[in-house]
């Protein structure tokens, strides 16, 4: 839900105001035109959620205490206004879970067709009951009155459920006119207390959502700039440092050929770097095995030897970002083998293993203890960290003598 991506818009990151409904139907949008998912769209729509099923369980209940306590005439204009409460407020929680992205025009539609009933509701009832009956039969259109307000103050501001609210004084005197002839001031406004607390209950709760979309934003924004700095130094350690280092390590034969090797280095580096730059924001859509068999061709002009095995697998079996993951991660590990083994053999095998893919480089070199060995950015960073944020896992298995294993696996 804290997610958030360096192209928001103003109505939704800028304290400009904005009306509530716009700033909703913003933020429950997409943000880019090929994405469904909203931002903070759960957020923006369980608040609305609230009244909706408050209604769904407080009018059933109120009918309920109606029929036991009272009953008699008008009872069936009580059931049907309960019914049809029942009704728009399940539309509404269905409406709500399903219809994506937020539609504005459609929202308004909703709330005018909620408020209409809620005053027809409660004209209706006093109409149909007698006064014996009154209190509890308008009790069922009341809790319905209740929501309305909560619901029209979370979508389009205070300002307009305290404007239903007011409106809920003639119109319960109304209601008890049309009952028993009769004005009374005290039942016309014998509700106001209750609307009141709902009123400010909503207000309360509009504005801890406007605070938590605050901070998830500086939340996830903070995350996803410290998501990035961790993917340019996992691309600078992957990549120049990785041969610097290579360019560093003593070689064999006359100058010349050494100097011939270390421009050849350049200029794979460069190239690498070069297509790693380009293919930023751009899915290649290239099978796994061909990205581990490029990657073999890539290890072999360094001089390490690969032998790539892999299993029959779906070509939709992983999204681009977890296939990345995986080739960036194997590739540590090869380097690894390269510089740390005293080998120039390594095996790469690929299948599927528990709902996901597992890729399995083993080498038959020196190896290693796992307790002496100090922590370094190769194996934390460029491999575990790396499949972590993808939601995989990465095992190094080694003992001097013996040889390393790595295993890498990611969900589906």
């Not at 979370?154 to 307009?160: Q, R």
Request: include cysteine; hydrophobic fraction near 50%; charge should be neutral.
């Amino acid at each position: 839900m804290a997610t958030a991506t360096s192209e928001l818009r103003d109505e939704v990151a800028d304290p400009t105001p904005v009306r509530a409904l716009r700033r909703i139907s913003v933020m429950a949008g997409p943000v880019d035109t090929g994405a469904q998912d909203g931002l903070l769209l759960r957020a923006a729509r369980y608040v609305a959620l609230a009244p909706l099923v408050y209604r769904v369980f407080a009018v059933p209940g109120a009918l309920v205490g109606f029929l036991a306590t009272t009953g008699g005439p008008g009872t069936a204009v009580v059931v049907a206004v309960a019914v049809c409460s029942l009704l728009l407020n399940l539309y509404g929680v269905r409406w709500m879970l399903r219809s994506a992205p937020f539609r504005p025009a459609a929202a308004v539609r909703l709330l005018t067709l909620d408020v209409v009933f809620t005053v027809a509701a409660n004209l209706a009832v006093g109409l149909a009951v007698p006064p014996a009956a009154f209190e509890a039969a308008a009790d069922v259109p009341g809790k319905h009155l209740l929501g309305a307000i909560a619901l029209l103050t979370l979508a389009v501001g205070m300002p307009w459920g305290l404007a239903l609210l007011a409106a809920d004084v003639p119109l319960h005197g109304t209601m008890y006119f049309l009952s028993s002839g009769q004005w009374d001031f005290g039942i016309a406004v014998g509700r106001v207390g209750s609307m009141l607390g709902v009123l400010f209950t909503a207000t309360g709760a509009l504005i801890l959502l406007g605070l938590g979309t605050r901070l998830a934003l500086a939340y996830g924004i903070r995350n996803g700039m410290q998501a990035e700095q961790a993917r340019q130094h996992r691309r600078i350690h992957d990549t120049v440092l990785q041969t610097l280092e290579a360019m560093s390590l003593p070689g064999a034969g006359p100058p010349e050929e050494q100097l011939a090797q270390l421009r050849r280095l350049a200029r794979a580096q460069a190239s690498e770097l070069r297509r790693a730059i380009e293919a930023d924001g751009m899915a290649t859509n290239r099978p796994l095995g061909e990205k581990l068999a490029s990657l073999a061709t890539e290890m072999a002009r360094d001089g390490l030897r690969a032998q790539v095995v892999i299993a029959e697998l779906d070509a939709a079996t992983l999204d681009e970002v977890r296939q990345i993951a995986i080739r960036d991660a194997v590739r540590e590990a090869m380097r690894n083998t390269m510089k740390h083994s005293g080998t120039d053999h390594v095996v790469v095998r690929v299948e599927e293993r528990d709902g996901g893919i597992a890729v399995i480089t083993r080498d038959h070199g020196t190896g290693f203890s796992a307790e002496n060995r100090p922590p370094g950015f190769g194996i934390s960073e460029s491999i575990t960290a790396r499949l972590a944020e993808v939601g995989g896992t990465a095992t190094v298995e080694s003992a001097p003598g013996n040889g390393t294993r790595v295993t890498l696996w990611v969900p589906c």
